[in-house]
């Protein structure tokens, strides 16, 4: 069955510092991988794509990494702001469609930047 | 603002009324989703279309619920003989094409509330 299980549930840090949400897989035969920024009441948007060839992709101060060999991929935002709190979904595609189009969603981490 | 337009974005109503959630993806997507997701969950799969054809049903998509993109463009989710447990936010996404690298981009939701 495919899954995505993203850690911590939740995350609370200062602002100006860093942090790194983690994203692990099961998803196969394997296509990309996306994270959304969610922001509370508010639908996600994207933040990266990420397809097997790519071991990382940056979006500002977001960076996104990949290792298809371990299905793990990890969000490192720098240097945090107010702004950034929201929750941010890991979301995986398997090839050749598959249930829901071949998407499997994580619960997301739930981050919380304080000032 | 062309992006994926959720019509009305809340809704209160009494337990066993019906409901509408109206759905505008953006132009020229031919893929239209719709996922329901409730409080520090991630979207749940309904339903996804490709143009007016409905590809894909979630076993959570119970006979109560219905979803129509007639012409291909705009889709409704109808609820009928609401429930509490229908308490949710319903989320529009739509994409361009059937390769699985395209973005998929989110409506901004509809929050539907059954007292």
């Known amino acids: 069955k495919n899954q995505v299980e993203q850690s911590p549930q939740s995350l609370i840090i200062l602002e100006g510092k860093n942090c790194t949400l983690q994203c692990n897989y099961t998803v196969s035969p394997f296509s990309n991988l996306r994270w959304y920024k969610q922001d509370t009441g508010r639908g996600p948007v994207s933040l990266t794509i990420m397809t097997f060839s790519e071991n990382t992709k940056s979006n500002g101060r977001y960076t996104a990494t990949l290792d298809a060999d371990t299905k793990q991929s990890s969000l490192h935002i720098t240097a945090s702001q107010l702004s950034d709190s929201a929750s941010y979904i890991c979301?995986?595609?398997?090839?050749?469609?598959?249930?829901?189009?071949?998407?499997?969603f994580g619960k997301g981490t739930h981050l919380i930047i304080q000032p | 603002d062309t992006g994926v337009s959720q019509d009305p974005r809340h809704k209160i109503t009494k337990r066993g009324q019906n409901v509408t959630f109206r759905c505008d993806p953006i132009?020229?997507?031919?893929?239209l989703y719709w996922y329901r997701q409730t409080l520090g969950q991630g979207p749940e799969f309904l339903t996804y279309f490709q143009n007016e054809a409905q590809l894909e049903k979630s076993r959570l998509l119970s006979d109560r619920f219905s979803a129509e993109r007639p012409k291909g463009s705009f889709s409704t989710l109808e609820i009928q003989r609401t429930e509490q447990g229908d308490s949710a936010m319903y989320l529009c996404?739509?994409?361009?094409?059937?390769?699985?690298?395209?973005?998929?981009?989110f409506g901004e939701g509809s929050w539907l509330t059954v007292v």
């Open positions: 132009s020229e997507h031919n893929r």
């Open positions: 996404a739509s994409s361009l094409g059937d390769r699985a690298g395209n973005t998929i981009y």
């Open positions: 979301v995986v595609s398997a090839e050749s469609g598959g249930g829901a189009d071949g998407l499997t």
